[in-house]
């Protein structure tokens, strides 16, 4: 897919790797719709990437990615201001630590388990859902004959779950199992489907941990021996929507980690 003039959502595009994935397809000519729950980031970040595109080439919408009503609308604002969608990148996610059973022996609360399914896994498909939608009523592009491609996030958590990341792991090890099955649901409607796996990115949150934490984080990845960029994020998604023959595959972004127990 030609990126230039192309339309994207960004699923928690204000800050992260979300944000990071809205410079890089800025910089391809990319124009931008940024769904977050922080009105306030989603407008900043929205502002800084006008300077790029232009102001009538990004737009905002405050979404909560689990409520129907809530990606439907911001779905209709992306067509209704750009006139199509292109390309959805889910981004959007939380990752709270909790064992199955704490230090005094109670079980982690359902309703904490459930959360992270809901807006990890569920809020990936709900958007993911209705952006095909939209990208169905596209016009064929290219030599593929392409109308969309859907980029979600997992990570190595689903893989190689942490101790504390149950519900964690559980989420995205249910992004990366319902990747081929959703990209051959809309293969004959040349929609493509994939999955990015970060490893130990260096994210604002992250960076902003103490420096030994940080060391002991980088210990485990093999070559380059750094916390992986969000730019390189970003550069991974951008290469993904170009590059047709890229279907119904999860790629790890990780420097070879493999993620130890604890």
Request: proline share 3%; aromatic share 4%.
């Amino acid at each position: 897919m030609q990126l230039n003039d192309k339309v994207a959502i960004v699923t928690g595009g204000a800050s992260g790797l979300g944000r990071a994935t809205c410079t890089q397809l800025a910089d391809q000519g990319v124009k931008l719709a940024i769904f977050d729950l922080d009105e306030k980031a989603a407008k900043q970040a929205a502002a800084e990437l006008s300077e790029t595109l232009g102001s009538d080439k990004v737009t905002y919408a405050l979404v909560n990615v689990v409520d129907e009503e809530s990606v439907a609308s911001g779905v209709s604002h992306v067509l209704e201001t750009f006139g199509a969608i292109h390309m959805l990148v889910n981004c959007a996610g939380i990752a709270p630590a909790g064992k199955v059973l704490n230090r005094d022996g109670d079980a982690l609360a359902l309703s904490a388990f459930s959360q992270v399914i809901n807006v990890n896994l569920i809020g990936s498909f709900n958007v993911a859902r209705l952006a095909a939608e939209a990208m169905a009523k596209n016009e064929p592009m290219g030599e593929a004959g392409e109308r969309g491609v859907i980029i979600n996030t997992a990570s190595v958590a689903a893989y190689e779950g942490q101790m504390g990341q149950a519900a964690y792991a559980a989420s995205k090890g249910g992004i990366v199992g319902m990747t081929l099955p959703m990209a051959r649901d809309l293969a004959k409607l040349g929609i493509r489907v994939n999955t990015v796996a970060p490893g130990i990115m260096g994210t604002p949150m992250l960076l902003s941990m103490p420096e030994k934490v940080q060391e002991g984080l980088v210990a485990g990845i093999q070559f380059p021996k750094r916390l992986g960029l969000p730019s390189e994020f970003g550069d991974l998604v951008a290469h993904i929507c170009s590059n047709a023959y890229i279907n119904g595959e999860t790629i790890r972004l990780d420097g070879g980690i493999r993620m130890q127990p604890r």
